[in-house]
């Protein structure tokens, strides 16, 4: 079996300029990013965006990195509200809003060659009805894979807790009503919500599989921590990943770490290869 191909989230490294980020990780091992379009990181609304994707592919290409879109940064459409709006949110106009996003993510991966373009429900507000929200989302999903879903990227949604999509079983009933979607699977996530443990969740996905994030978590608690702490078995995650094939980017997910990615990223590729090897 050939070692699996591990990125490293931009959303973990915001104190490095984007190309001294790029060429952290392919000196220290890694073999692509995973890329969280923001304001400190290729800002999807910069007049210049599309120039500036088509210099980080040329300079990904330098480097021999694979790339994945990510779509989760927390203020980049209301600097006042964390994720806000989503396609859940109840202003149809808000959610307009997050779909035109979603769409000039998936243009812009386009431009970056991106293995996978990953993005999630958002959390129904108090008050909203959890059945309207549930109409809301497949509304602007289907809109999406209508426009989007014939790419050469994975369109991929990632169940994250606490969201009207939180878990797997939750994916699973998007999948069935929008069909064209693949699984952003976060195995820290599956100690938090849902039946499956991690490495259950790859194998019982396998086939399904947008792209896969790995981390350190506690069960029960929704924080992201280095991987060899919290309660995730990574080799046994890993071994499941190599088992099944999977060949796209395995990324990491370290966003309240930035101020310690030069410790981190080396960190964690050891981390992964000692738990590959074990």
């Given at each position: 079996m050939t070692?699996?191909?591990y990125a ?41 965006a599309?120039?500036?994707a ?6 990904c290409?330098?480097l021999?990195?694979g790339?994945?879109?990510e ?16 396609l859940?949110?109840a ?30 429900a958002g ?6 009805d ?10 602007g ?11 050469s ?6 169940p ?7 878990d ?6 998007l ?27 790859v ?10 994030a ?8 929704h924080?992201?921590?280095?991987l060899?702490?919290?309660?995730v ?5 890993l ?15 370290l966003s309240r770490d ?6 981190m ?14």
């Amino acid at each position: 079996m050939t070692h699996l191909r591990y990125a490293y989230n931009t959303n973990g490294l915001t104190s490095h300029r984007l190309d001294d980020a790029l060429s952290l990780l392919a000196d220290t091992g890694y073999a692509g990013v995973a890329l969280t379009l923001d304001v400190v990181h290729l800002d999807p609304f910069a007049p210049d965006a599309f120039a500036q994707a088509e210099k980080v592919r040329a300079r990904c290409d330098e480097l021999g990195l694979g790339v994945v879109v990510e779509t989760g940064a927390r203020f980049l459409l209301d600097p006042r509200a964390k994720h806000e709006p989503t396609l859940v949110t109840a202003d149809p106009d808000g959610r307009a809003r997050r779909l035109a996003y979603l769409r000039l993510a998936c243009e812009l991966a386009g431009v970056l060659d991106a293995e996978a373009v990953s993005f999630w429900a958002g959390v129904p507000r108090p008050g909203v009805d959890r059945d309207r929200a549930w109409g809301w989302l497949t509304d602007g999903v289907r809109a999406l894979v209508d426009s989007h879903g014939d790419r050469s990227y994975a369109l991929a949604v990632e169940p994250e807790p606490g969201m009207l999509v939180e878990d797997c079983a939750g994916w699973a009933r998007l999948a069935t009503e929008v069909p064209g979607l693949t699984l952003a699977l976060d195995t820290g996530h599956c100690v938090v919500a849902g039946e499956h443990a991690p490495e259950e969740a790859v194998a019982a996905f396998a086939p399904h599989l947008g792209t896969v994030a790995v981390e350190g978590m506690r069960r029960g608690v929704h924080d992201h921590l280095p991987l060899d702490e919290g309660d995730v078995d990574l080799p046994a995650v890993l071994r499941a990943l190599r088992t099944t094939g999977f060949e796209r980017l395995v990324t990491l997910e370290l966003s309240r770490d930035g101020h310690r990615a030069h410790e981190m990223v080396p960190r964690s590729i050891a981390t992964l290869r000692e738990a590959e090897g074990a």
